[in-house]
């Protein structure tokens, strides 16, 4: 038995905890690690200097939730919540708010955001919910400070992948009526963004171009939006896709003794028919 077995062990229910439970045995890890005579690593860590962690441990999440793998990821959610947790600890040691505070926050959101689970009221589907969580939203951004902002897009953290931030600024637009009845629409629009970009190239103005580009790209989200498709996950699909060929193009061009830069084009061209050939018989 470890000194933290011991220790949640002797304490019993005295705190109003489970001796022994799977959670509060996790804080006491974490606690021990930021605590005198810890870790270094761990003790010297801070809210910012965790940001690149938070952020690679749900990559690594999405990851084995592609892979399709249980056992990868329950690993991997263990290491986000370990991030949670050496957030929540830190404002504990700054006494700004402790993991307590973590959980009956998010609690008491999840009751008050979902009345018609919690409060007996009626909704006709999931697009209702949605648009009664954004009222509920915007009640609860009344009650805070005159500094903090309070528009309709508010929230929406400019650190997201791009994308990401795209579709949900559209996605929120959409809600208060700002989008196009059809998918036709958002085509149109897409060809007419994609004709002003060859117009930029002409001009060879970068600035331009890439001003065009990012234009064209907002309008393909917003025709993904409205077809049903998360674009990040279509982007890293193809963008998957795309590196799976094109190491078959190299094993190819290494099977005829040459390297893929000495290829010419037709040939390149071959060899990419062949490996696009081969991975739609495997179902890629």
Known sequence: ??????DLEGRGNDE???????FERFMEVVRRLRGEGGCPWDREQTHRSLKPYLIEEAYETIEAIDAGKPDKLSEELGDVLLQVALHAVIGEEEGDFGPDDVIAGITEKMIRRHPHVFAGVKVADSQEVLRRWDRIKQKEKE????????????????ELPALMRAIKVQERAARKGFTWPTAAGA?????????????????EDQVR???????????????????????EEAITQTTTRFAARF????????????????????????LWQKAKGNHRRRGD
């Open 187 to 203: 085509i149109d629009k897409a060809k007419e963004e994609l004709a002003e970009l060859a117009l930029g190239y002409g001009r």
């Open 16 to 22: 109003g905890r489970t001796a022994g439970s799977a």
């Open 143 to 158: 009650g805070r400070s005159e500094d903090e902002p309070r528009g309709l897009m508010a929230g929406i953290p400019r």
């Open 1 to 6: 038995m470890s000194d933290i077995d011991r």
């Open 209 to 231: 171009i890439g001003d065009e580009i990012g234009d064209l790209l907002f309008a393909l989200v917003n025709l993904a939006r409205l077809a049903g498709v998360e674009p």
């Open 247 to 270: 190491e078959v193009v190299e094993e190819e061009a290494l099977r005829a003794g040459r390297r893929v830069e000495e290829l010419g084009a037709s040939e390149l061209l071959r």
